[in-house]
C-alpha cells in the first residue's frame, strides 16, 4: 500500500493471524496509514509464513515496497496473535539483517525467555482488555516486567511499551466474518470497529514516530498516556496476583484463610507463616502441625496450579490454591483459655476471595459482572475424612451454566479426637523410632564387647606366637654360635700345629744336615 502523505519515510509489514488471511487487516492499515504523520508504506503478508520460510516470505515483501518507490532500508515489523510471536522470533534471529526498525505486537508478547530489555530492537506490546485469545491476565505480567525495568532504565516506556486499551477485543485488529478459532474464545466489545481501529493506529504511531526520532514530544505524550490508562486497568489485577504470586514464594491468602478457620479473637497470640509449593503429580501434600516458640506459630502450604503453558487462549490466573492449614480444635489443645470465634469453612473462605478480588476491581470491571446476570455462587463443601482422597479427589470444582459459575471445594476433616491427628501418627512413628535406635544401640554395644574379646585373644596368640620366635631365633643363636666357636678353636689349634712345623723345617735348614731333611716324621720324604 502506497503511502497517501507527504514527509518523513517509513513502512511497516504485517503478519496476520495463522485463522486470518491478510486481507482482513487491510482496514486496520489504512487507519494507520490515515493518522500516521509518516510517510508510510504498509505490505501485508498473505499468509502467516512458515519458521523457514518467513525469512524469504519477510525480504520478498520488501523488496516489493522498493520496487514500489520506498527508499529506506529498514521497516517496522508487525504481527497479529501467532504472528506477533512469529515477527517476535525473527527479531531475535541474525537473518533479517539488520533490516527492521522495530516490531509491533498485535494481541501478542514476546515469546520464550525474551524479555522487553533485553530485546535487540524497540518492541510495542498492544491489546486491549477484552481480548479472548491473548488474555490480558497474560498481559499483566509484560506489564510489570516493564514496570520494573523503568526504575532502571525510564525511556522504555517509550522504547518498548505495553499497552492495554479498554473495551477492544481480540477481532478488532482484523475484520469482516472471523472463524470459530477466534469467536470461540474472544469477548464481545464495547467499542466500535472504528473506535479500536483509532485507538489501535494511535498508540501504533506514537511508538514509530518515537523510534524514527519524529514529533517525539507528541508521540511521548500519546505514549505515557497509553502508559497511565494500562496502569488504571491493569493494578487491581497485579494486586490480587500478588497475594499469592510473588518473589516471597507466601501465599497471603492462605494466611488470611488460616486466621478465618482458626478466628482467635486475639491474634496477637499467635504468629502465621506459609510456604508455596510446586505441584507434582507424584507427592503427597504434608500436613504441619502448631508449636510454641516464643508465640505460637501455626505452619500452612500452599500449591498454587497455574496453566502450564505460555501460549494463548488459556486463562494465566491460578487455576486454584490447595492449601492445608491448622484446624481451630487443634489450636484450641494449645490455647485452651483463648477466646475464639466459628471457625471458616471453605466455602466461606472461597466466598471472602471473591469478595476481596470484587473490592479490587476497577468500575468498569465491576459493572461488566454485575451486568451480565451470571454470578459466581460458592457451594457448601465436600467434606471427606481420608487424607488420600483429599489428595486425589481435592481439586476444586467449577461448573458452568446459563445462570453462572458453581465453586465447590472439597475438605478434608479429621475423626480422630482432638489432638491425636497427626500427634498420634507422630508419636506412633516416634516410638517405631526409638525402638529401632534402641535395638541398635544393643547391637552396637555386643558388638563392641566382641571385638574386645577377640581383640584380647589375638594380642595373647601374638604375644605367644613372639616368645616362640624369640625362643627359637635364640636357640639357633646360641647353636651357631657354639658351632663357630668350635671352627674357631679348630683353625688355631692348625695355626699352631703348623707355626711349629715351620720352625722345626727352619731348624733343619740352619744345620745344614742333609740327613735330617729326608727323615720321614718331618713329612719330607
Known sequence: MAPNKTGSEAAIVIVPDSSLSGAAYKPLANAIQNRSALRLWVAILETIPGTLAFPFEFNYACNELLDKGFHGDKVFLAGHGD???????YGHSPLHKNRLDGVLLFSSFLSGSYRLNKYPFPVL???GDLDGITRVTKIVDVFEELEEDLILAPTQKYTTP???MEGI???QFASGNLPPAVTGYDLKPEVSQKVAYDAIANYTNAFMLYVRNTNVSEAKSVLEEGFSNTQSILQPLSQVKALDDNKEYVSHWTNTAQQLIVN???ASLVEFDNTEETPTQSKSFRFHK????????INSSTEVYFPNTDGTKIPQSPLQLKATMTSQRAVKTLLPSAPFGDPATCQDINQDAFTLAFSKSSATAKSRYQSKGRPIKFLPDVNVTSKNNWNQYGDLQLNYNITGLFVQATRYISTKPPGKDDDYELKKR???VE???NTEHSKLENTIKEMEVQKTALKNEVDTHTDKLNSEIMRRWEALHQSTKKEGNEVIRLIGSLESRKSEVYEVIKSKDSGKVFEDDLGLA
Open 125 to 127: 506490546t498492544i491489546s
Open 162 to 164: 505495553v499497552i492495554v
Open 169 to 171: 477485543n481480540y477481532g
Open 290 to 297: 502448631p508449636y510454641h516458640s516464643d508465640m505460637l506459630k
Open 83 to 89: 504472528g506477533g510471536q512469529r515477527a517476535s522470533s
Open 264 to 266: 482467635l479473637q486475639d
Open 435 to 437: 525402638g529401632v535406635e
Open 430 to 432: 516416634k516410638s517405631a
